[in-house]
């Protein structure tokens, strides 16, 4: 018993010791992060150093961090480990991951937090030739949740083309298309750097596109501005979303 | 139990408590739309995988609560290859959410289907998390954005 103390103690201690891990599970292709009351800088180096990306910043929080982050693509694990808010953009990608990252932030702005978002550039997969062309093909159905489905799924490609049909989608005369085109923006360029386009969605006279771009947005102001609305299920949203927010 | 066994045990234990624990993972205030009809089908993809310390995943565990009161009821569907389960939230808009259900395919990815049995708004939360054999939350991804969003 005193030995199973003893063990037990020794390993508590060792609990108390920073750690970082930073790894990539092959067979499910996962990567995994797992710190202990380290500093971001060395999070950072290790993430670097194991995955190959560099990683480029100025102004890091000083705190020590704990975190436990698990992610399909890089992008996705930095937001975890910095936060849905921070400033990142990303470099050519290489094999569906980007090959370095810029981390915002600026002593000038106080915080690094207070630097205006930049919507990460999450690298794409590009569809195959002949994806493309029944997405096409479905963006001009005469079936409107056909077109709809189809928008949101090409909102996944990198191709030029998709973006003009997702900006035009977003007057199309079926409030499901309308709704559909701003959640395939989303999806292509983040929430941040859509704030335009959910505003303007925002104004749309169909709730349910309303409804669309309060689910989407994390922005107080849009939230706010969704308390008031017409619709008893768009304010319901918007209310449980900024309860979110504050706690 | 000897001495030996009694160690590793002890030794695993500690290990073990090394680890973080993580929370349950929350898909947090997503809908689905009238505009879709009673069809409207919401699919998500998570991703569970290998702890170095608690090893591999063996299912995904997850719940649904449905925020919008109405007759309208909610389910969430759990797939990976051929296993799947099903939870229903029998009332919408209570703070109580369906049972737990699980699918135990291991590693790698699950699909989750939310669906509705009538037309309608509706808003819902999805409480999920991966494990290991022993009921030890392993590493779960939490999806973004839907594959299909209705």
């Known amino acids: ?247 | 139990m000897n001495l030996k066994h009694l160690l590793k045990t002890a030794l695993a234990l500690a290990v073990a408590g090394f680890v973080l624990p993580v929370s349950a993972h929350t898909l947090s205030n997503k809908t689905l739309r009238v505009g879709f009809g009673a069809q409207a089908t919401d699919v998500w993809q998570v991703t569970c995988s290998n702890d170095a310390v608690l090893g591999n995943s063996h299912n995904l565990a997850a719940q649904i609560l449905d925020k919008s009161p109405g007759t309208n009821l909610l389910s969430l569907i759990i797939v990976k290859g051929t296993a799947a389960a099903t939870t229903v939230d029998s009332k919408g808009g209570d703070t109580t959410p369906s049972p737990f259900v699980e699918v135990a395919g291991g590693n790698g990815v699950y699909t989750m289907l939310v669906n509705h049995t009538q037309s309608g708004n509706k808003v819902y939360n999805i409480e999920f998390h991966c494990e290991n054999a022993g009921g030890d939350h392993t590493p779960t991804t939490t999806p973004t954005l839907p594959v299909q969003d209705n």
């Open chain 1, 1 to 247: 018993m005193v030995l199973l103390v003893g063990i037990v103690f020794q390993v508590v201690h060792a609990e108390d010791k920073p750690s970082i891990m930073v790894r990539l599970d092959r067979e499910a292709r996962v990567w995994q992060l797992q710190a202990k009351s380290v500093s971001l800088p060395a999070i950072l180096g290790e993430l670097q150093r194991v995955s190959g990306m560099a990683i480029h910043y100025s102004v890091l929080p000083p705190a020590s961090v704990t975190a436990t982050c698990a992610a399909e693509k890089l992008p996705a694990l930095l937001k975890c480990l910095l936060g849905e808010s921070s400033g990142l953009v990303f470099g050519q990608a290489d094999a569906a991951e980007p090959k370095e990252v810029w981390i915002l932030g600026s002593t000038a702005a106080g915080q690094a937090s207070d630097c205006p978002a930049v919507a990460a550039a999450v690298p794409q997969t590009p569809s195959t030739r002949q994806d493309n062309a029944e997405l096409y093909a479905g963006v001009q159905s005469a079936d409107p949740r056909r077109r709809a489905e189809a928008l949101y799924a090409l909102a996944a490609n990198d191709d030029k083309e998709a973006e003009a049909m997702l900006r035009d989608a977003m007057s199309d005369a079926s409030a499901l298309v309308r709704g559909q085109a701003i959640g395939g923006w989303v999806r292509r360029h983040g929430a941040e750097a859509a704030e335009g386009e959910l505003q303007q969605a925002m104004s749309d006279v169909d709730a349910a596109v309303r409804m669309q771009a309060i689910e989407l947005t994390d922005s107080p102001d849009l939230l706010s501005q969704g308390l008031h609305d017409s619709d008893a299920m768009v304010r319901q949203l918007a209310k449980a979303k900024l309860d979110e927010l504050v706690h």
